[in-house]
């Protein structure tokens, strides 16, 4: 957090880490981008689609993110095939749909907003499920472990 210029007590309210990868809670994202002074407007919102405008001075970058891309990727059914809690329509469905939009535009366009973050929490636990961990060999770890230890 202190590398995003976050207070330690904003830090702790917002980002967690999961699988080693440091992600930030959704609200947290409008103060980041605010903080690094762009405005966030939200357009075209149905629940299938929402397209996210954010601008700074002369700067404008747009992304539409829809519900079919988030079924198409796999990211809206849980592993019995049915809609995540998330994905439900409703409140849930326009809050991915703008984190989504939102996810877009900052990997793709405004990086720099989160510094070393991963991603977007409400975003990011879609791919959960779809992560692959290959399986540890613990005499693999004690194999490295014992030639870092040699060389020190």
Same mark, same amino acid.
């Given at each position: &957090?202190? @590398?995003?210029?976050?207070t330690p007590m904003e830090s702790m309210n917002s980002l967690y880490v999961v699988n080693g990868a440091v992600n930030?809670?959704?609200?947290? *994202?409008t103060r980041r981008l605010? %903080?690094?002074g762009f405005i966030v407007k939200y357009s075209n919102e149905t629940p299938e689609q929402v397209t996210a405008t954010i601008t700074r001075g002369e700067e404008k970058y747009s992304f539409t993110y829809k519900y079919k891309d988030a079924e198409l990727s796999?990211?809206?059914? =849980?592993?019995?095939?049915?809609d995540k809690i998330g994905w439900k329509p &409703?409140?849930?469905?326009?809050?991915k749909l703008r984190y989504g939009a939102l996810s877009a535009l900052?990997?793709? @366009? *405004?990086? @720099? %907003?989160?510094? %070393? *973050?991963?991603g977007i929490a409400e975003i990011e636990s879609d791919f959960e499920n779809s992560r692959k961990v290959a @399986? %540890? =060999?613990? =005499?693999e770890i004690k194999r490295i472990a014992g030639a870092v230890n040699a060389s020190v």
């Amino acid at each position: &957090g202190l @590398e995003m210029g976050m207070t330690p007590m904003e830090s702790m309210n917002s980002l967690y880490v999961v699988n080693g990868a440091v992600n930030i809670w959704g609200k947290a *994202v409008t103060r980041r981008l605010r %903080v690094h002074g762009f405005i966030v407007k939200y357009s075209n919102e149905t629940p299938e689609q929402v397209t996210a405008t954010i601008t700074r001075g002369e700067e404008k970058y747009s992304f539409t993110y829809k519900y079919k891309d988030a079924e198409l990727s796999g990211y809206t059914k =849980d592993n019995y095939g049915k809609d995540k809690i998330g994905w439900k329509p &409703g409140q849930n469905r326009l809050l991915k749909l703008r984190y989504g939009a939102l996810s877009a535009l900052l990997k793709t @366009e *405004v990086p @720099e %907003v989160l510094g %070393v *973050v991963n991603g977007i929490a409400e975003i990011e636990s879609d791919f959960e499920n779809s992560r692959k961990v290959a @399986e %540890v =060999d613990q =005499d693999e770890i004690k194999r490295i472990a014992g030639a870092v230890n040699a060389s020190v």
